[in-house]
């Protein structure tokens, strides 16, 4: 491409000195900028992105650097208790939207967009014990910046059944804030040399940037060395959109030599309507630059001038209502916002005809991709899903998309698949629709499976093809969509049966053992090909030789080179062939008007996953930090984005035995009611077979999931009740081991129990509901046994009482005690849980008190 005439600045004074301002700026040391301190954010445990807290930071354009600071510690709910044990904190940081992630390291939905292409997440891993953790981000995306946090995930099923009081009452609270360091880039206007010195003493580089307008197709940038340096090392030029370049991020790249005067000239494709940042400096190397500012004997300076100019297209100034201006012979549609009433649910369309009618297809042609470009709006649109779908309209037999127009996700879209004119089709061939999608740039659909990014090839976010139904759809989600603009290609490509004759399956097969051949040197004993593979080497290696290669020996080779007694990574080396014979014999047929199909897509927006949680889960909306999302929520041990992964579901046979050992382990309690009315002791027995009865029906509906599940109320009364009558059973039977007047027996029955329904309802999992009756029943008892002695001067209650029944009962007691506060977890909760059910109703047995063996003898 000839560049443009270069114009030079007619006031020199005027641009020298905002030269010498700009370069006095860029040279010295920035300083960072304090300009986000947030209030402090109470972090929940982990079990589903519910629990996160939203961090919010803006870094503002022309930000060299982000710094990130972030201190995590305990606070204590109590001034009584014990000290707080520090937790693990777990911090992921994004730009443009919510980071999406996994703790639990579950593999996201096969249809999400791949994470390569998308902005990075960066992860942080720390301690609440009040030290700062800190995090800088060089040339970070200006705008809005997410972080979510949260104290770190464990597997549930290990976790701990703690009771409320025994551990220490904590909350952990986190401190965020964000500095930055800005720059001053020099402006560089379209068509105009700009000379400058780049200077070795100095290790900042010098900054320009330019703004790209919409019609611009793609920009020449040209690099003129005027005074050569012989000492001084390479030059570096990188070249980024909406930030400033670093090394590990940026879209072109050029190295300069600075010892020869020269002329470097580069075409990049930009992104339309975005500033873009250039970044000059020399290549240090670690050694060179930790000597840049101690060397201040030896300066080098090179001159140089930089200069842009712009490639419109041609028809730029008269732009068709339908179309926008074509880039990278892309063939782009304008698009339609329909906006619902329901956070996240919109969708894009394309735009009606002259009759007012939307075009239910879009026809693609081979060579010309067809392209979309649509806005996702800051906050109000993230807190979703992205959903593109696309089917190809001879594959289409009845509506592909299934969805109420009421809530704004994928439009129902019905096709008459009988309407195809076959003259317009390749009859024989088979016909792929490479789609690719990105943000803020467009990507280019490139043959097989890849789409091309500037300098970046990433595989391709879809692929749809007619050979079966299995891939006749196209389906990608992003969930939580970076706000901006965003783009979808989709290239069309023809091939077939037709076309195999290009390439012979021999031929195939020698391209790939070529390609392959340095296997020959690690074949392994007892291979076929060991003893020959020096000649096997010598002859693929000639060109003449190879092509000599009869079938046999060809495939002979192939075989070993796939076979498990002879390569380690045999499976590995058997996909590539496959993949590499697939592409040898289907050849593209067709990149003009010849290769065409119609299809017919969906752009929308839409809570969770398309509105949707899968069988086992249930979308909600949640808000935190001011900002809102939405995720769904798991049941019966699902888990995921979508609640499809059922690693630990558990199956019906544990369900089953989980049930059986919950309930059955009360009927125990038979025998102490069968006791207590034996002892007369009949308030007591009716109390205990009710604790028997709510105790079994409470854990038939908690524990037997839909499957064996039988809920006789709502599970909250049977919880209540549960809990309620329980505790009322040690009381009865404290005041019975009491063993005082009956008259007190009542008042202390009625207190007691309005006094423990009063707890239990108040906080049924508290410590203290616990402890109060049992601590007030142990006063009442020592009192009167006490009182008894004194008044009999005889040991109280009788000598078989205390050295037989009353030690087997405190040790089953405490047993009961160590399992139910100490030793459930999730995992082992349906033994354990058991088991004090048969330890405490079995301590009943032995405490209740009994005329023969409790009052001594006269």
């Not at 209030?39 to 022309?62: E, Q």
């Not at 005809?353 to 939307?358: E, P, S």
């Not at 544990?654 to 009927?667: D, E, G, K, R």
């Not at 087997?808 to 139910?820: A, D, E, K, T």
């Amino acid at each position: 491409m000839t560049p443009r005439l270069l114009k030079n600045n007619d006031s020199h004074l005027n641009y020298n000195i905002i030269l010498a301002i700009g370069i006095f700026f860029i040279h010295t040391e920035a300083q960072q900028i304090p300009l986000v301190r947030l209030p402090s954010n109470t972090l929940l445990k982990y079990t589903a992105y519910k629990d996160v807290s939203i961090l919010h930071f803006r870094i503002p354009s022309d930000t060299r650097t982000a710094y990130f600071s972030f201190k995590a510690y305990e606070e204590k709910k109590s001034a009584f208790q014990r000290e707080c044990t520090p937790k693990n904190v777990s911090l992921h940081l994004k730009a443009g939207s919510y980071p999406v992630i996994s703790p639990e390291n579950i593999t996201f939905p096969k249809h999400f967009l791949n994470a390569a292409q998308r902005f990075d997440i960066q992860s942080l891993q720390f301690l609440s014990d009040g030290t700062t953790k800190r995090l800088s981000i060089d040339g970070p995306h200006p705008g809005n910046w997410f972080a979510v946090a949260f104290l770190s995930w464990t597997d549930p099923n290990n976790d701990r059944i703690e009771q409320q009081g025994l551990a220490a009452s904590c909350e952990t609270l986190l401190l965020s804030e964000m500095a930055v360091t800005r720059t001053m880039p020099i402006m560089l206007n379209e068509g105009t040399l700009y000379n400058n010195t780049l200077v070795s003493n100095v290790s900042e580089p010098i900054n320009y940037k330019f703004f790209v307008p919409r019609s611009v197709d793609y920009i020449t940038l040209r690099i003129v060395v005027q005074s050569i340096c012989m000492d001084c090392t390479e030059i570096s030029v990188y070249i980024q959109a909406n930030g400033l370049p670093n090394i590990d991020n940026y879209m072109q790249r050029a190295i300069v030599h600075a010892n020869q005067t020269n002329e470097l000239s580069m075409d990049f494709y930009p992104q339309q309507n975005s500033w873009h940042y250039i970044d000059v400096n020399f290549m240090y190397d670690d050694d060179h630059l930790k000597n840049v500012t101690a060397d201040n004997e030896t300066v080098h300076a090179v001159d140089f001038g930089l200069m842009i100019t712009h490639e419109m297209d041609e028809d730029n100034m008269v732009i068709p209502v339908t179309k926008i201006p074509v880039r990278r012979n892309f063939e782009y549609y304008e698009l339609l916002r329909q906006t619902y009433r329901e956070f996240f649910m919109f969708d894009y369309d394309l735009l009606p005809d002259v009759n007012g009618t939307v075009p239910a297809f879009l026809n693609l042609t081979g060579g010309t991709p067809a392209a979309f470009q649509f806005v996702v709006g800051d906050v109000y649109d993230i807190g979703g899903t992205l959903s593109f779908a696309v089917a190809m309209k001879d594959t289409i037999k009845e509506s592909i998309f299934e969805k109420p127009i009421t809530s704004g996700a994928i439009a129902e879209k019905l096709v008459d698949s009988s309407s195809i004119d076959s003259k317009q089709q390749l009859v024989r061939s088979n016909q792929t629709i490479i789609i690719c999608m990105r943000l803020e740039e467009p990507g280019i659909p490139t043959w097989p499976d890849k789409c091309t990014y500037g300098r970046t090839e990433l595989p391709a976010a879809s692929i749809v093809n007619n050979t079966n139904e299995d891939t006749s759809t196209g389906l990608i989600h992003v969930p939580f969509p970076e706000s901006g603009k965003w783009f979808v290609t989709m290239g069309l490509f023809c091939h077939g049966a037709e076309t195999a004759t290009k390439s012979t399956i021999i031929d195939s097969v020698k391209e790939f053992i070529l390609k392959h051949v340095k296997l020959l040197d690690t074949l392994k004993a007892p291979c076929a090909c060991r003893n020959q593979s020096e000649f096997y080497k010598f002859c693929i290696n000639d060109k003449d030789c190879l092509a000599g290669m009869n079938e046999t020996e060809t495939l002979k080779v192939k075989e070993c080179f796939m076979d498990s007694k002879c390569t380690k990574n045999y499976e590995d080396i058997a996909k590539q062939f496959d993949l590499h014979h697939k592409l040898a014999t289907e050849q593209t047929v067709a990149s003009d008007s010849s290769c065409n199909a119609s299809v017919v897509f969906t752009i929308s927006s839409s809570p969770c996953v398309a509105g949707r949680c899968g069988r086992y889960g249930r979308c909600y909306h949640y808000m935190s930090g001011g900002f809102v999302f939405s995720t769904c929520l798991c049941i019966k041990g699902y888990r995921g984005w979508d609640c499809t992964e059922d690693s630990q579901v558990p199956s019906s046979f544990s369900i089953l035995i989980a049930l059986l050992l919950l309930t059955l382990s009360n009927l125990l309690f038979i025998p102490s009611i069968y006791f207590g009315i034996r002892r007369k002791y009949y308030t007591e027995s009716v109390i205990y077979f009710f604790a028997m009865f709510f105790s079994i029906f409470y854990h038939a509906c908690d524990s037997g999931e839909d499957e064996y599940g039988f809920c006789l109320v709502k599970i909250g009364v049977l919880q209540f009740c549960d809990f309620y009558c329980g505790l009322l059973a040690i009381w009865v039977t404290l005041i019975a081991m009491a063993h005082i007047r009956q008259t007190f027996v009542s008042l202390l029955h009625i207190g007691g129990a309005i006094l423990l329904a009063f707890g239990t309802e108040l906080n049924k999992q508290s410590l203290w509901v616990f402890l109060a009756p049992a601590l007030t029943g142990l006063c009442i008892i020592s009192v009167s046994w006490g009182w008894k002695c004194r008044r009999t001067g005889k040991w109280f209650p009788a000598r078989k009482y205390l050295a037989i029944f009353l030690p087997i009962g405190m040790v089953l007691v405490m047993v009961g005690l160590v399992c139910y506060a100490f030793l459930q977890t999730r995992q082992n909760y349906h033994i354990v849980h058991s088991i004090w059910h048969m330890v405490m109703a079995m301590s009943i047995l032995c405490l209740l008190p009994s005329n023969k063996s409790f009052l001594p003898k006269c």
